[in-house]
């Protein structure tokens, strides 16, 4: 017999992988999306409910937006043409770090591509390593637990938004500490105990940086995240990451903070240093989605109206919501396969929610993630909640 040729071999272990995955209702499915983004797109020329888009103030197909972005590529071109530090820095770069800077109201801000490229930068910076310590919630995203990974330090994670097990640990170890939570879980929507948190690093001489993704743009009368929420500013968190790809509907991230740490970043960050800068006519547009977030407060007035009428729905209908005050809004269903079953159910029906599977949740934990939006209808709301009453009946568990 003839050996099977190594590629090949890798190939069909592969294939079985992926066959597994399905087996196991865990494989996941690319949606390609034939509309802007909103309430309501369209698949393969059908139109669905959307109820799983970070598009929390419902900017993404602001038409302001979309002439900014005219308008950038119009000055600018659309590549940045090399990185930052070479010569792809744009002054549309130059002024949105200093939007970014004046809407948190930090020293200064760097950008960056994406979260995941801003949050390894915390990693691959220098900021902690070999026998330092990086110190997280177990419920962090996936990017800061890879950001501990690349640093050379050790992780050590504390139970989920536990205060008085984060506090023990914080000043605990040995050599430099870093931590790192995120402000709003992406998973199950709940806000972490910034101020606790803080107090602690402050203790102890410890660093602290929040990943607020979720919370920018949308928590607090302006929009200034967990941290406007909690009242406490950079002195009490030097290291702020928010996103553009969420709240105000572009793509991109930053990191904002004090000067020196900032410029500290700008000089040995990796994923800065080594890589092409954003769009330039992106990042134009995204001054322009800064510029309607702070103006416009009624949108987080309308999100908040939306995400109290759902939940109010929800819980007389007795379905099994995690308590969350944000757009977040996990309904838990236990396993995998009855996740995907409902996801696939509800699409039929024409609303899109895909299901969240392992590994991004724990085995037992699968749900769906709804996300409610600026964007939508109370009759929009009212078709998504009689489809999980029909679905799932009155008082579902997981």
């Known amino acids: 017999m003839h050996a099977v040729p190594p590629l090949l071999e890798e190939t069909f272990r592969f294939r079985a992988a992926c066959s597994e995955l399905r087996d196991r209702s865990l494989l996941r499915q690319r949606l390609a999306i034939g509309s802007p983004q909103g309430a309501s797109v369209r698949i393969g020329g059908d139109p669905v409910l959307n109820f799983c888009s970070n598009d929390y103030l419902g900017l993404a197909n602001d038409p302001r937006l979309v002439s900014a972005l005219k308008a ?168 702020l990451v928010g996103t553009f790809g969420k709240s105000f509907g572009t793509a991109g991230a930053f990191i904002a903070g004090p000067g020196d740490i900032i410029e500290y970043l700008c000089q040995r960050a990796r994923t800065y240093i080594y890589t092409t800068a954003s769009s330039p006519a992106l990042t134009y547009a995204t001054s322009c989605a800064l510029e309607v977030a702070a103006a416009e407060p009624e949108r987080r007035q309308r999100l908040f109206e939306r995400i109290d009428y759902f939940r109010a729905g929800a819980t007389a209908a007795r379905l099994p919501l995690l308590d969350s005050m944000t757009p977040i809004q996990p309904l838990m269903l236990g396993s995998a396969r009855r996740a995907a079953a409902v996801s696939d159910a509800l699409r039929s029906a024409g609303i899109l929610v895909t299901p969240v599977r392992p590994p991004t949740v724990a085995q037992g934990k699968s749900r769906l993630r709804i996300t409610i939006t600026a964007a939508h209808s109370f009759g929009q709301i009212d078709a998504l909640l009689e489809h999980l009453v029909r679905l799932l009946g009155p008082g579902a568990t997981p």
């Open 72 to 239: 950038g590529a119009d000055r600018y071109g659309v590549g940045a043409g090399a990185s930052s530090l070479v010569c792809g820095r744009s002054r549309a770069h130059e002024e949105l770090e200093s939007r970014v800077a004046a809407f948190t109201c930090r020293d200064r801000a760097l950008l960056f591509c994406s979260g995941y490229m801003a949050n390894l930068a915390l990693g691959l910076s220098g900021l902690v390593g070999a026998g330092d310590h990086i110190i997280e919630d177990r419920l962090n995203h996936a990017s800061l637990i890879d950001a501990a990974r690349v640093s050379g330090a050790r992780l050590v994670r504390y139970r989920h938004r536990d205060v008085d097990a984060a506090t023990a640990l914080i000043g605990s170890e040995k050599g430099k500490q870093l931590v790192l939570t995120d402000g709003v879980f992406s998973m199950d929507g709940d806000v972490a105990p910034i101020e606790s948190l803080a107090q602690a690093c402050r203790a102890a001489g410890t660093l602290l940086a929040v990943d607020d993704a979720h919370g920018i743009g949308v928590l607090g009368g302006r929009g200034g995240g967990t941290l406007e929420l909690a009242g406490i500013g950079q002195d009490a968190v030097p290291i």
